[in-house]
């Protein structure tokens, strides 16, 4: 009796199986953060999930037209290829048990991955299932990591050798050098340690940037005093003369990100021109904050690179075989000003050379406006 009300209890009715397969299959199909679709033999869209639809930005009237061909005419606009993605479609469709993978590339810059499988039913097939991913971020991450590998296996190794290279002259041959030989390597050891002290600043900077684990901590600052200090040690470290003209202004700032701010856009005004090349350092009061200018005459940043070179790893024209850089300096001046509620940017200096410009939002600046106007009036 017992055995028999068991059976009873667990046998369903088939309508009640098919309902529960349904939910089943609905809640798998929602559930992936893969977009999936389902087309049949015939090329009616016979199932899809909502991330399908969002991925595509397919209108819901077309998703609910169940048409394979109108979806396809509405996707295939936001490819870059979509010759080739029509003709693979085509091609799997002509052939109901191939299996496929490969990689679209869209024109707004998104990368999907796509596969196909046969939907197959008492081995006869039925359909095609389709599945995208979006791999965007991923790819961007490889990208940047393989950027990062290639700049820290060649940039920090130059001045690491550099380093070895000294350390061990003064080794050997310390004792038999003259007192200016052995001060003029000193320099350069500490000038090649600087840079790589610097190097390693810009790399961790980034990554904690990229981690978004920066918050500013603002202090009262001699925006002045600070900005000239950093121009007198980069004079040592670029042998460059460096004309500072700075209001007398002081901000709520977060002192240790502008002083990596300046010291970036100078080494770059050293870096990317030829020797000898004036450099000037300003630094002008605004009403809601200030204005940092680092001027060059050296060659100037064409137009069409003046808003790319501030993206992490865009390096324009005047790269050096010897020291190409990594790329990641104006990136990071870009973000620190915007930390400070402000931006970057670069314009063509009167008379030639570029001026890069960086505004750092106070609203309560303390500025002594009559010396503002005088030192405006001799620079
Ligand atoms: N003062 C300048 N004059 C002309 N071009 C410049 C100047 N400053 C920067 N650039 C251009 O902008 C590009 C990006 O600069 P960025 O500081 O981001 O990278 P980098 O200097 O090449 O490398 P690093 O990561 O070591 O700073 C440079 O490669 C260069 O082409
Ligand atoms: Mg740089």
């Given at each position: 009796m017992r055995i028999s009300l068991g059976r009873i209890r667990t046998r369903r009715r088939p309508d009640i199986d098919s309902a529960h397969a349904l939910s089943l299959l609905e809640a798998t199909l929602e559930s992936t953060a893969d977009g999936i679709l389902v087309v049949s033999t015939?090329?009616?869209?016979?199932r899809f999930n909502q991330q399908f639809i969002r991925m595509w930005r397919i209108p819901q009237e077309i998703a609910d037209s169940h048409d394979d061909e109108r979806a396809l005419a509405f996707v295939?606009?936001?490819?870059?290829d979509p010759d080739d993605f029509l003709k693979r479609v085509h091609e799997l469709y002509a052939d109901p048990t191939a299996e496929s993978f490969d990689v679209l590339h869209f024109k707004d810059g998104r990368i999907f991955e796509r596969s196909s499988k046969p939907q197959v039913v008492d081995g006869i097939p039925a359909g095609r299932v389709w599945s995208f991913r979006d791999v965007t971020e991923r790819r961007r991450l490889d990208d940047m990591k393989d950027n990062l590998l290639t700049a820290v296996s060649h940039e920090l190794r130059t001045p690491l050798t550099a380093i070895v290279g000294f350390t061990s002259t003064l080794e050997r041959y310390g004792a038999t050098m003259t007192d200016e030989e052995v001060a003029d390597l000193y320099t350069r050891l500490s000038n090649n340690a600087k840079k790589l002290q610097r190097m390693v600043g810009d790399l961790l900077d980034f990554d904690r940037l990229a981690r978004g684990l920066v918050e500013p901590k603002r202090e009262r600052t001699d925006v002045a005093e600070l900005v000239t200090s950093i121009a007198r040690e980069s004079e040592q470290m670029t042998g460059r003369h460096i004309r500072v003209a700075a209001d007398d202004v002081v901000l709520s700032i977060d002192a240790p990100k502008v002083e990596r701010i300046v010291e970036n856009l100078i080494i770059n005004a050293a870096r990317h021109t030829a020797p000898e090349t004036p450099v000037w350092v300003r630094v002008r009061a605004r009403e809601d904050g200030c204005l940092i200018i680092v001027e060059d005459a050296g060659p100037g940043v064409p137009d069409e690179l003046k808003d790319i070179i501030?993206?992490?790893?865009k390096q324009g024209p005047?790269?050096?075989?010897?020291s190409p850089g990594v790329g990641i300096g104006l990136s990071l001046v870009s973000r620190f000003a915007a930390l400070h509620g402000g931006r970057a940017w670069v314009e063509d200096r009167k008379g030639g050379g570029s001026s890069f410009r960086v505004f750092l939002r106070d609203e309560n600046p303390t500025v002594d406006l009559r010396q503002a106007e005088l030192s405006r009036t001799t620079t």
């Open positions: 015939e090329g009616t869209i016979t295939v606009d936001q490819l870059k501030f993206e992490p790893f005047t790269a050096q075989p010897q």
